[in-house]
């Protein structure tokens, strides 16, 4: 099972991509959490990533393509849950030409749609645990205990690239650089459209019947 999620920054990704992987015992391979972790550990790959991130650009074609296909390689679960990959169609030929040398190809891709409005919305409030990566919200999510991680108890972060700039930054480059991406699904006849829009109970309803 090779699921991918698409949609903008803010959409929900992350959130449903936790609750989902748990529940179908997937392999959650969320790319941003990915380069996050290496840039807490300041290996030379998530020095090099830090700048393209904190500025909302995003980080070159073959440094992610080369991240992705180690971990496909990889013991995978029940299956894999790509989140936040591919997001350039550089990125999602290079996942099709890797998925069919393993012969094998993407079960679903699932956009997320959610209004510019509401992506800015949610990324000024979101909270994030830097260790199990769980996103909070402000006033839509909040923790049981305030800045803590209600899974593992670590104390919340703000991400740097939620930052006004760095969001409306992110809004741009996802609009023109990941956006076509969505016609390299829609063409391939998988895509399925979730309205992200609506409460996370009510999009993980949703999503669960996109899957089948
Ligand atoms: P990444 O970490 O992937 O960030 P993103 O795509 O910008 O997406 P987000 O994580 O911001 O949003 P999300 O959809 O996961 O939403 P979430 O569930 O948190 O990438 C970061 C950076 O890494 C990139 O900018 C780039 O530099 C680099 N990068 C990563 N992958 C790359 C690639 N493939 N190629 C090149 N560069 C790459 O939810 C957001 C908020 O809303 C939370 O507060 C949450 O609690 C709340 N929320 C969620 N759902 C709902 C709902 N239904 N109702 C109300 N609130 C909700
Ligand atoms: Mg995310």
């Known amino acids: ?109 699932i956009f997320f749609k959610v209004s510019e409005e509401e992506l800015v919305r949610r990324l000024a409030g979101r909270a994030t645990c830097p260790n199990c990566q769980r996103p909070y919200h402000d006033t839509f999510n909040k923790p049981q205990n305030t800045d803590r991680c209600d899974d593992c108890g670590s104390d919340l972060v703000r991400r740097e690239d939620d930052k006004p700039e760095a969001v409306r930054n992110r809004l741009k480059v996802y609009a023109t650089q990941t956006t076509p991406v969505l016609d390299h699904y829609q063409k391939g006849g998988n895509l399925v459209e979730v309205d992200g829009e609506q409460s996370i109970d009510a999009v993980q309803e949703d999503l669960a019947a996109a899957i089948g």
């Open 1 to 109: 099972m090779l699921i991918v999620f698409l949609g903008a920054p803010g959409a929900g990704k992350g959130t449903q991509a936790k609750t989902l992987a748990q529940k179908q015992n997937l392999t959650h391979l969320a790319t941003g959490d990915l380069l996050r972790a290496e840039v807490a550990a300041h290996t030379e790959l998530g020095l090099a990533a830090k700048a393209f991130m904190d500025r909302g650009d995003l980080v070159p074609d073959d440094v992610m393509i080369g991240m992705i296909k180690g971990r496909l390689e990889g013991p995978n679960s029940d299956g894999i849950l790509l989140d936040g990959f591919p997001r350039t169609v550089a990125q999602a030929v290079a996942l099709d030409e890797a998925l069919i040398t393993a012969n094998t190809s993407v079960d679903r891709s």
